[in-house]
């Protein structure tokens, strides 16, 4: 099969959303016209659809084995769909091309958002027929427009999405072959084998990544953002800026910058968060054979918010895509913000559901190499993961304006308790001064939150579980109240009541919602 795309994923609906499949078990022509102008209007910059001849459908589902088209028909129907396509208003053609599923044979139709919608279809295939109407595809229906609904369509009549776009400044030379080839073989595309014999040009075609008649064969602007080594040169901005701050001052830092075609950016910053920014740790659980394992950001959330950074940007900005990492949080910001119906009161509510996309072709080739699913899934993934993880809830936030986009993701609070013993480890392990000091206090009393052994604490200071480290960084919290034994041991006389009660089992933070303060701290509990 000669489409960039690997077709049993596209059957099983791993690639491309069930809304944008149609399947049909035989021709019916007017049918298949009405669902090629409802693709082809992509009223929702889906970026389209797909429509398979020969395979039964059920629910929206397709029925498979599949039954597949009669040989002797095909050139009959092909022949026919191209005259019918010329009834289209404006003509519109789709992408045809014969596939094979065991022994049968289909036809795929690959539709593509069209660059002059508005398209209306024939009401009947009369021949005198002068009724001609919008179609929309409305979940897994092909439908008439209603009102209101051609409004949409004749608003959006003067806009293609930029991802889409013929780019005027470049080439169809702008376009690298190795990086062409180098897709269509990680997505198992049937294309790839025959990209020897085509000719550059039809290539790209069939990849839709060029537009124009052959005297005058233009890229589009996805072809440069994916199949060009450097698409800065012709979008300043399409690249991830990271910065890594060592203080929240901002005096320390260091600076990366990931360039080159969007799906190697994030391959490659995804490559970067894996083996420098992630830490797991694990920890012991008493009594039991297993371990619990955290890290201080889990990667799928790190993933989806970094992918969604450089899917739902826009590429006419000219600000980069920015990640800051500080000790406690990562942020990333993208301009601009959410598309309508999505604003600041949804996106703090949760209630996000996304009907429109600003980048309908980025979104197909995220989806095609596995990066992304589409369909507003980003953000409930993110809260999950974060949750699954045992972090803080992630913050998604924009302005009024919807001028930005911006994502916190919280480290996990054992890390953020590391950071903070790592700051006072040499003083508490190089002298005992008898002080408690204001750091280790809020580090006992967050680790503490749950019920803790006595050595358990020990270790998570850094100390020995030795009686008297222990007495002398608990002895305050204690006797104020913050640390309680969670069991209080009986004492043998008044003046042994401490210790017998220090010696307890374990340990719980106490006075919840009084503050615990001094010098250096202010912690809620």
């Not at 049993?8 to 021709?27: C, N, P, T, Y």
């Not at 009223?43 to 629910?59: A, F, M, R, S, T």
């Not at 580090?443 to 579980?465: A, D, Q, V």
């Amino acid at each position: 099969m000669a489409l960039p795309i690997n077709l049993d994923d596209l059957i099983s609906g791993r690639l491309v959303e069930w809304e944008r499949l149609e399947f049909k078990a035989g021709w019916n022509p007017l049918a298949v016209l009405q669902s090629i102008c409802a693709f082809a209007n992509d009223i929702n910059n889906w970026g389209g659809g797909y429509i398979l001849l020969g395979i039964e459908e059920k629910n929206g589902r397709p029925v498979l084995p599949a039954q597949g088209l009669s040989k002797s028909s095909l050139d009959t129907i092909q022949k026919e769909l191209i005259e019918r396509c010329h009834q289209l208003r404006p003509n519109y053609f789709p992408i045809i091309e014969l596939a094979e599923i065991g022994t049968a044979t289909i036809l795929v139709i690959w539709v593509p958002g069209g660059e002059v919608r508005p398209y209306k279809a024939p009401a009947n295939l009369n021949k005198n027929n002068k009724e001609f109407y919008y179609y929309i595809r409305r979940g897994s229906i092909t439908k008439k427009a209603s009102d209101s609904e051609e409004r949409d369509l004749l608003n959006m009549s003067a806009h293609i999405p930029f991802d889409d776009q013929v780019n005027q400044r470049a080439e169809i030379t702008d376009i690298k072959l190795p990086l062409v080839k180098a897709h269509l073989a990680s997505v198992g595309s049937y294309l790839l084998e025959q990209s020897e014999s085509l000719q550059f040009a039809d290539l790209c075609r069939k990849m839709n990544i060029v537009s124009g008649p052959d005297e005058y064969l233009k890229p589009k602007n996805i072809g440069l953002l994916l199949f060009n080594d450097n698409p800065t040169q012709f979008f300043q901005c399409a690249q991830i800026e990271l910065v890594i701050f060592e203080d929240e001052v901002g005096d320390s830092f260091t600076e990366k910058n990931f360039k080159g075609p969007i799906q190697q950016q994030l391959q490659d910053i995804l490559l970067y968060f894996k083996n420098h920014i992630i830490v797991e740790r694990v920890r012991k659980i008493e009594g039991s054979a297993e371990a619990e394992r955290f890290y201080n950001y889990p990667y799928q959330a790190i993933e989806e918010a970094v992918v969604n950074t450089v899917y739902h940007r826009s590429y006419q900005d000219d600000s980069p895509i920015e990640i800051r990492i500080f000790s406690d949080r990562i942020e990333m910001v993208s301009y601009p913000g959410p598309l309508p119906p999505l604003n600041k009161e949804k996106l703090h509510s949760g209630r996000v559901v996304a009907r429109k996309y600003r980048n309908r072709r980025i979104g197909d080739f995220l989806k095609e190499l596995h990066l992304t699913e589409g369909k507003g899934t980003g953000i409930p993934k993110i809260k999950k993961s974060m949750e699954s993880n045992g972090s803080p809830a992630p913050i998604f936030d924009t302005d009024d304006d919807l001028s930005y986009f911006l994502t916190i993701l919280p480290a996990h609070l054992e890390f953020k308790q590391a950071k903070a013993l790592g700051q006072v480890r040499g003083q508490v392990t190089g002298q005992v001064t008898g002080q408690v000091t204001g750091q280790v206090d809020e580090l006992i009393l967050l680790f503490c939150r749950r019920p803790k052994k006595r050595r358990e604490i020990m270790s998570e200071i850094g100390l020995s579980n030795r009686y008297e480290n222990f007495t002398r960084y608990t002895k305050a919290l204690i006797n104020n109240g913050y640390l309680s034994p969670t069991i209080l041991d009986k004492p043998r006389s008044q003046n042994q009541q401490y210790k017998t009660t220090a010696l307890g089992n374990e340990f719980i933070s106490k006075n919840t919602g009084k503050s615990f303060s001094d010098d250096n701290l202010s912690l809620e509990l």
